[in-house]
């Protein structure tokens, strides 16, 4: 099912809480590792999915969704649209039940194969934003860093 609702959105994040982030890169400043990392101190186990690492946030690092030997629930495409089709047959085949493509990820036609196999789809939207906005945890930033804050400073007194 096309999924792209707020009941929806918050029925995928509470149900899946396996993720395989397809894409995931080692470099801190990249959006894939941030969002990775929020989604790991909210208690998801993310698998990161990159044929170039062995390792990034402290887990093991896959080459493909096949090579994980567990079950995967979620699978989150860090990818350009292009190279979505064979990740969606292989999301397929292991048997996940979401396939989520991040924000600018939009396949039309890999997210009609996946939900004609049953998967839940989700496209153009962040795991990470969506769970903040959805449980809490996004602030007037519209991130939560922990360095800003919703509470508002108190005004400097005024000069002369």
């Known amino acids: 099912m096309i999924v792209d609702d707020v009941a929806g959105l918050r029925r ?14 080692p470099n801190w400043n990249r959006p894939s590792y941030f969002a990775a990392k929020y989604m790991l101190e909210h208690g998801y186990t993310v698998i990161p999915v990159n044929p170039s690492a062995t390792e990034i946030l402290g887990q093991k690092c896959y080459p493909d969704l096949g090579a994980i030997p567990v079950r995967v629930d979620l699978v989150d495409v860090f990818r ?8 969606a047959d292989e999301a397929i085949r292991i048997g996940a039940r979401c396939l989520w493509l991040q924000l600018g ?3 039309r036609e890999a997210a009609a194969k996946a939900d004609a196999a ?8 962040c795991v990470k934003i969506e769970y903040a906005r ?3 945890g996004l602030n007037f930033a519209g991130v939560n860093t ?3 804050s919703a509470k508002r400073p108190p005004c400097p007194p005024l000069q002369g």
């Not at 350009?80 to 990740?87: E, G, R």
């Not at 049953?118 to 939207?125: Q, S």
Request: net charge negative.
């Open 12 to 25: 995928v994040l509470q149900a899946n809480r396996v993720i395989a982030v397809v894409g995931l890169s």
């Open 80 to 87: 350009k649209p292009d190279d979505v089709m064979p990740i």
């Open 105 to 107: 990820v939009i396949n």
């Open 118 to 125: 049953g998967l839940d789809v989700v496209m153009d939207r």
């Open 134 to 136: 959805l449980f809490g």
């Open 146 to 148: 922990q360095v800003i």
